[in-house]
């Protein structure tokens, strides 16, 4: 599947009227409404949204004319194939109105321009485990996460250490059993989609 790499903000302005897209990746449904929340700004006049995610979709007008904002968005999002991928368009109104042909042209540029400037990588759905090692490996341990090129999103230090890690293959896991001689323990938390390795 394809996305954006990272969130990315363009701005155009029309007929004095300031819009400002929002390009955000996300793979969670339950994420969704948060990050909509968050990147939407309450003070100004629009903050209308299109995202798909997984077999999930929506357009959103937030007070425009009916099918000028949300759905414009929604169908550039799909010309272009991407996927968990949220796009929030808010809209500062400059005092002059642009018609329904004008909005949907906005909205429409709004998306396609931000995505211009956006990185878009293919992803693929990674199994996401926490590694326990006790201090004594961890110097090895991490020598390995290097030499395997393992992405590691965060550490902790209690009892032992803990590591989160995107794991696509889990003959890494052997590999731990050997250099910890089976002194090591794992859960598997999940899976997330991440960018694709060449």
Partial sequence: MISVKEVTTHTIVIKKSEFVCHLIPCSDIEQAKSLIAQYSD?????????????SHERANDD??????????????????????????VTRYFGGIKLGAGGLTRAYTQS????????????????DLYKIFIDYSHTRKFEHLLKQQN???????????????????NTSFLDQIQEITSNQFSYEKI???????EN
């Fill in 63 to 88: 007070g425009e004319p009916s099918q000028t904002a949300g759905m414009p968005m929604l169908n550039v999002l799909k010309m272009q194939n991407l996927t968990n991928i949220i796009a929030i």
């Fill in 190 to 196: 999940g899976s997330d989609y991440i960018e694709k």
């Fill in 42 to 54: 309450l003070e100004a006049t629009h903050n209308c949204v299109a995202y798909i995610i997984g």
């Fill in 150 to 168: 393992i992405k590691c999103l965060s550490q902790e230090y209690n009892e032992q250490v803990s590591y989160l890690c995107y794991l696509r």
């Fill in 111 to 126: 998306v396609a321009e931000a995505l211009k400037h956006a990185e878009i990588v293919e992803k693929e759905l990674v």
